[in-house]
């Protein structure tokens, strides 16, 4: 069994995800990923046919994604992690934008690392 390298496919899953086209030449991914960042949207749904489309998409790549999609939905909420950009509309604060504030303010408290079980996991920040 040949050694597979997770953070490479985070790579191309974020390769994938910045530079997807649609067919009027717009940034598919992106401008989901700026609805979601606004609060317009919560769900991203990344599409099998949009992958096997992808130009510069390895074909061992894709066998993975369809063969291994639990692994690869993490990878891909990761990229999307690292991916999603500052929302670009001031948005009226909830009950989930009050939590996360608290929280990220009580983060500060371990700003040196040293409890990382203090550290709000990315899961929780996707809702």
Partial sequence: MNDLDFKQDKEIAKDFLTNFADPDGEAKYMNILQDVANHKSKAIQIELEDLVNYKDLDEDFLRRVTENTRRYLGIFAN?????????????????????????????????????????????????
Avoid: C, H, W
């Fill in 79 to 127: 990229a999307i992690d690292e991916l999603l950009p500052e929302p670009t509309e001031v948005l009226p604060d909830d009950d989930l934008d009050i939590f996360m504030t608290q929280r990220a303010d009580e983060g500060t408290e371990n700003a040196d690392g040293s409890y990382p079980q203090k550290k709000t996991p990315p899961e929780i920040k996707r809702f």
